[in-house]
């Protein structure tokens, strides 16, 4: 049926509505925008076309990223001066987060067969705070786009499973090569389309495919460490976080384990009621974690259709154990893991807890809802929905719109400054080498790394060759 359809109109304005409720969480971050940490180093790492390519493969952190780079490069020419950095930053992730939520309902909708379970999907995994900094820190909103990739891929191992077409299948293959150039988060798109390719329930699908074809998307994870590992290993085993050991020493599963268990509990499970920054204690964590699943596990076992669970819960426990298998070194409770400062490791895990959700629902279906074969919502499920809807946006609300960084008054003046002595330069045609030779360092406020301010000025595109001491001259008044 189309969407002009008047009997589809109440999915489309639901999907408008919920569309607008997920974005509008990041409200105050897209009013009073701030630059933090990693995102100076990544922003003065792309500030140029040079830059950008030079360092395509320059990891930040674990994370090769150069799709990242790339992506950065179109941030730092949107934002057009400094003063417009903050602002463009907290858009890459607000609009990368659009395409996530729109393929999150196509996927589950395309896997249930009805708009409810769509709209269902993108209303508890869109509305929630959650995973919120992977959205307004711009270090972090990379991860976002993986997440973008990675839905690609399953929608594609979806087509792939319900056609039998191999043109889906290299698809989905290609895009679980793309998925990690965002993040490292993203390497695990490759186990996950095969995890979600598995023999399962057969209903939706033509034919079960080959075992061979089964494993294909781990092709993409496999092409792109080849090519990474050798240009960035030496860099990401040596982090400086690491210490004395290497990124293999200090990868440590039990702990990650550990930390799993506590997280699923004290972010994952309380984050569904807009609460953070709580912890239950190592104590009670295995008791109420052994509950949950149980219930989990109750819940997908009732339900006809259990791939969907079982990719959610390889979303969530494949996430954290990766995560947190890296991070074993840091404390749990002392690494601010419970915190919104922590918040963007549970893009992945509410993902996967939304589909947990969904794939256990149509085990209720004639009991608690029927679905118009048409693919038309009820007036019913119309109401539930939009219940739904506004329960998660006042929930989450809190959490959104007020866990955002403080306003820092001198980062905006010290961007501030380095757009006026940009427009010196260009007026008096110097360039912006021989300007930052001229002017002593600019510590960037909210800065944990040691990035010049003057990195990001822009210099004249045809300067004169102005001796050092003219240039200190013509920018005494900045000194």
Not at 45 to 54: D, F, H, L, P, V
Not at 112 to 134: D, E, K, R
Request: net charge positive; charged share 15%; with cysteine.
């Amino acid at each position: 049926m189309s969407d002009s359809d008047p009997r589809a109109r109440p999915a489309v304005w639901l999907f408008v509505a919920a569309v607008v409720a997920a974005t509008a969480l990041y409200g105050r971050a897209l009013l009073f925008p701030v630059l933090v940490q990693d995102d100076f180093q990544i922003l003065a790492r792309s500030w140029t076309w040079a830059k950008t390519g030079e360092g395509l493969w320059l990891p930040n952190n674990e994370h090769a990223m150069p799709l990242g780079r790339l992506l950065t490069f179109a941030v730092v020419r949107l934002a057009g001066r400094p003063t417009g950095l903050p602002l463009a930053a907290v858009l890459a992730g607000v609009v990368g987060l659009l395409p996530a939520l729109a393929l999150t309902y196509l996927f589950v909708r395309r896997e249930l067969g009805h708009p409810f379970y769509g709209l269902t999907a993108l209303v508890l995994f869109g509305v929630s705070s959650v995973y919120q900094q992977a959205v307004y820190w711009f270090a972090a909103s990379f991860s976002v786009y993986a997440l973008d990739a990675l839905l690609l891929a399953l929608l594609a191992a979806q087509q792939f499973r319900q056609t039998g077409l191999l043109r889906w299948l290299l698809a989905c293959v290609l895009c679980c090569a793309a998925a990690p150039c965002w993040f490292a988060s993203g390497v695990l798109a490759g186990p996950l389309c095969c995890l979600y390719l598995l023999p399962g329930e057969g209903a939706a699908s033509k034919s079960a495919p080959p075992i061979a074809s089964r494993l294909a998307p781990l092709l993409g994870t496999a092409a792109f460490l080849a090519v990474s590992l050798p240009l960035t290993a030496p860099i990401i085993l040596h982090l400086e976080h690491y210490r004395d050991s290497t990124a293999l020493e200090a990868f440590r599963p039990l702990t990650g384990a550990w930390y799993t268990v506590r997280s699923v509990v004290d972010n994952l499970a309380t984050g569904a009621f807009g609460v953070t920054g709580v912890t239950v204690g190592p104590v009670a964590a295995p008791l109420i974690f052994a509950a949950l699943v149980a219930a989990a596990g109750w819940w997908a076992h009732r339900s006809p259709r259990r791939r969907l669970a079982l990719l959610g819960a390889g979303l969530i426990f494949g996430s954290y154990l990766l995560i947190y298998s890296a991070r074993a070194t840091w404390s749990y409770d002392g690494a601010g893991m419970v915190t919104p400062s922590g918040s963007r490791y549970h893009l992945q895990p509410q993902l996967g807890l939304t589909l947990l959700v969904c794939g256990g629902l149509p085990a209720w279906e004639g009991r608690w809802f029927r679905l118009d074969p048409g693919g038309r919502l009820s007036p019913g499920q119309t109401r539930a929905l939009a219940w739904l809807l506004g329960v998660c946006f006042l929930v989450q609300a809190p959490r959104g719109l007020l866990c955002y960084y403080a306003a820092n008054p001198r980062q905006a003046e010290r961007l501030r400054l380095i757009e006026h002595v940009s427009d010196i330069c260009q007026e008096h045609r110097i360039s912006a080498e021989a300007a930052r030779r001229a002017l002593g360092p600019l510590p960037m406020p909210e800065s944990t790394t040691t990035v010049d301010g003057w990195e990001f000025l822009r210099g004249s595109d045809d300067p004169k060759d102005w001796s050092r001491e003219e240039v200190a001259e013509m920018l005494r008044e900045v000194k």
